[in-house]
């Protein structure tokens, strides 16, 4: 419960500051760069999966 308050508190101030739509498009553009990260990452640790077996000779 403390969290939120000091969640709801911060917010509430830096939208004051800088507009709760720019807060929101900040947030969003925020998510949409973790997720394109951690789609990278997924796909580059799915390629050294599939190529472990090549290494040992193992199928």
């Known amino acids: 419960m403390i ?4 969640f ?6 830096l939208g ?5 739509r720019r ?3 900040a ?3 925020l998510i949409a760069a973790g997720s394109t990260r951690r789609r990278a ?3 580059r640790s799915g390629a050294l999966a599939r ?9």
Request: glycine letters at 12%.
């Open 27 to 29: 947030g969003t553009a």
């Open 16 to 20: 004051d500051l800088f507009g709760r």
């Open 41 to 43: 990452r997924a796909d």
């Open 51 to 59: 190529r472990r077996p090549e290494r040992t000779g193992r199928r």
């Open 8 to 13: 709801e508190f911060t917010f509430g101030v």
């Open 3 to 6: 969290a939120v308050v000091c």
């Open 23 to 25: 807060l929101v498009l």
